[in-house]
């Protein structure tokens, strides 16, 4: 075996692959190149290639001239069981734990973040109420309005009779009344709202 300047990569020289025996199993599947394999299963090369690095099978090893030969059935299962293996797997290297525990990690503070979330939130049954006591007051201020407006041109008609006459002076009054019924219904909603 030569020495490279790579050591880790000295374990690739172990080739050609043989495929686990298997009773119901007739060969390796498949044989694709690099390019064959990442086009038909739309992978990317660089995952190929790290397959490959940290021991995927591989039937052939490519040179300048010559294509690698994938066995692609193994080299997908291959690569399935290696993302499916977990930190407590004793053949996982320390860079794969790291990284499987900072996903984990990340997934835990989104978790929190979501149920933060959802403690921010009502119930469809608190919505239901808060809207129903809301409606109460708005139409509560509203039906006594003709009443509130009645009640302002008969003080106006007593105290000013021909500004009474004056569709201008009662345009006013009446805005002022309504105003009035719009600002109680504001205060008394954000009272029910606080509540």
């Known amino acids: 075996m030569a020495k ?25 599947g498949a044989t694709m ?41 193994d080299m997908l299962r291959w690569m399935i069981e290696d993302k499916a293996k977990t930190a407590a797997d004793p053949d996982l290297s320390p860079l794969r734990r790291n990284q499987i525990k900072l996903i984990l990690s990340q997934v835990e503070k989104l978790e929190l973040k979501n149920a933060a979330t959802r403690r921010e939130l009502v119930t469809i049954d608190e919505a239901v109420t808060l809207y129903r006591e809301e409606a109460d007051v708005i139409r509560r201020h509203l039906r006594s309005l003709p009443d509130a407006v009645a009640t302002a041109l008969g003080a106006l008609a007593e105290s000013d009779p021909i500004g009474r006459k004056d569709s201008a002076v009662v ?8 105003n009035d019924t719009l600002r109680s219904i504001f205060e008394e909603d954000s009272y029910v709202q606080a509540a």
């Open 4 to 28: 490279h300047k790579y050591p880790e990569f000295e374990s690739m020289e172990a080739l050609p692959y043989t495929p686990v025996p298997h009773p119901d199993r007739t060969g390796p």
């Open 33 to 73: 190149t690099k390019q064959e394999f990442c086009r038909t299963f739309g992978i990317a090369r660089y995952d190929l290639d790290r397959a490959i690095e940290n021991g995927g099978p591989v039937l052939k090893r490519g040179t300048q001239f010559e294509p690698w030969q994938v066995p692609a059935g």
């Open 171 to 178: 345009a006013m009054v009446v805005q002022d009344v309504i």
